[in-house]
């Protein structure tokens, strides 16, 4: 598959502590924790979004535009018909407690800690 110029999660591997927080927010499943290190495994699953960015306690992760593989939905799709349950954690609001099966949740930073937080509870964090 030919390569082409496009944004794609880069991952300091200096800087990366292994604590994983970023593999649950990549939905495609591009990121995998591999000797202790957080890792892009195939860049045709990258869709370039950067969900895992915000999670990020270290600030290891960002965005960068390069030669990279196309990105695949076929792939994905192919990835997550093999995914259950056991690949992943579901990550919870950390004011309400609701998961991510039960309401729509967002990674933000509060207080110098990557935390998630559900939509219902995101007003409140706004505005105190």
Same mark, same amino acid.
């Given at each position: @598959?030919?390569?082409?110029? /496009?944004?794609?999660?880069?991952?300091?591997?200096?800087?990366?502590?292994?604590?994983?927080?970023?593999?649950?927010?990549? $939905?495609?499943?591009?990121? #995998?924790?591999? %000797?202790?290190?957080? #890792?892009?495994? #195939?860049?045709?699953?990258? %869709?370039?979004?950067?969900?895992?960015?915000?999670?990020?306690?270290?600030g290891? @992760?960002?965005?960068?535009? /390069?030669e990279?593989?196309? +990105?695949?939905?076929?792939?994905v799709?192919?990835?997550?018909?093999?995914?259950? $349950?056991?690949?992943?954690?579901?990550?919870?609001? +950390?004011?309400?407690? /609701? %998961?991510?099966?039960?309401?729509?949740l967002? $990674?933000? /930073?509060?207080?110098?800690?990557?935390?998630?937080?559900c939509?219902?509870?995101?007003?409140?964090?706004?505005?105190?």
């Open positions: @598959m030919s390569k082409i110029n /496009r944004q794609i999660v880069s991952i300091d591997e200096e800087l990366c502590n292994g604590c994983g927080n970023c593999v649950a927010p990549c $939905a495609e499943g591009a990121i #995998k924790i591999v %000797d202790g290190k957080a #890792k892009v495994i #195939k860049e045709e699953l990258c %869709d370039g979004a950067g969900f895992c960015l915000g999670v990020c306690p270290t290891a @992760m960002s965005l960068e535009t /390069r990279a593989e196309p +990105f695949s939905e076929a792939a799709e192919a990835f997550q018909s093999q995914k259950t $349950a056991a690949h992943f954690e579901l990550q919870k609001c +950390f004011s309400c407690d /609701r %998961d991510e099966m039960a309401a729509p967002l $990674a933000c /930073r509060k207080q110098g800690n990557s935390v998630w937080v939509t219902k509870c995101l007003p409140a964090l706004i505005h105190g």
